[in-house]
């Protein structure tokens, strides 16, 4: 298993934001964590990266490396990355330094191999290499939310969380990241897609948790829960309201 969690609870101020989840993550996997504003996403992809110490249970990875109230910098050096929310660029430096940031912890033991990670986000994000040199403010928001992936990946993450990526986009944007994603994951890339456009995640993600007040309050694969009757009324906005109104109307 790539990601365990148990009993993992998490306070924000005074508020438990998260409740002792269980879960896990296997390798080459997307998971889709869905949920209503408030429900604790962040606060998880969050604590998943070091950021939250949590109040009680343990987070390993590769079912040795213990991740528990470790700080983002050990979590980041033991394969774990955040493409955080509003993606959190520095808007005044160039893509190029934005991205050589991701890989900060690879800097002197890795540098070699540096060059190639580089191709490897400009062969992913091509449009990134045309603004190599531009200020990362300058960029549109969906240049800016790959830029903030492609230094995501320039950390080499076993694990890379994502919050929100598709947020404030248009949906050929949200289509071309999705894709990217789903791509990624051939590369064996191992995904937590946090997501309020649950239409798009469910489309690339193998499973999802639909979190609740901090709880997993449902679970399985991205198909069962494309099915679920509620998971469509209040994520997929399915609601069957409005024919029943025509109908009456009618
Ligand atoms: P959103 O989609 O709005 O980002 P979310 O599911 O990601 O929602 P979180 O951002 O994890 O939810 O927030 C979960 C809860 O924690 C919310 O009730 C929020 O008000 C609370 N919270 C977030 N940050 C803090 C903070 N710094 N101090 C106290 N409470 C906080």
Not at 100 to 120: C, F, M, V, W
Request: net charge positive; hydrophobic share 40%.
């Amino acid at each position: 298993m790539l990601l365990s969690v148990k009993d993992l609870s998490v306070y924000r101020g005074h508020i438990r934001v998260l409740n002792n989840l269980e879960f896990t993550v296997g390798e080459g996997e997307i998971v889709a964590v869905l949920g209503a504003n408030g429900a604790g996403k962040s606060t998880l992809v969050g604590t998943l990266a070091g950021l939250y110490p949590p109040a009680t249970g343990e987070i390993i990875l590769q079912d040795r490396v213990v991740l528990t109230g470790k700080p983002p910098e050990f979590v980041v050096r033991a394969g774990i990355s955040l493409v955080p929310e509003h993606r959190q660029l520095f808007g005044g430096l160039s893509v190029y330094d934005n991205l050589i940031l991701g890989s900060y912890h690879r800097y002197r033991r890795d540098r070699k191999e540096l060059p190639e990670a580089l191709e490897n986000v400009f062969c992913l994000f091509p449009a990134l290499r045309e603004k190599k040199n531009k200020p990362a403010q300058t960029l549109s928001g969906g240049l800016q939310q790959m830029l903030a992936i492609g230094r995501g990946l320039m950390a080499d993450p076993r694990l890379l969380l994502l919050d929100e990526p598709s947020m404030g986009l248009a949906p050929l944007v949200v289509r071309e990241i999705m894709t990217t994603l789903s791509h990624l994951r051939t590369k064996g890339h191992t995904i937590i897609l946090v997501e309020q456009n649950a239409r798009a995640a469910l489309r690339i993600a193998d499973r999802a948790w639909v979190l609740e007040r901090g709880r997993i309050a449902l679970s399985g694969s991205a198909a069962e829960l494309l099915q679920d009757t509620r998971v469509q009324t209040v994520y997929l906005g399915n609601s069957r309201g409005w024919s029943r109104c025509n109908q009456t109307n009618g």
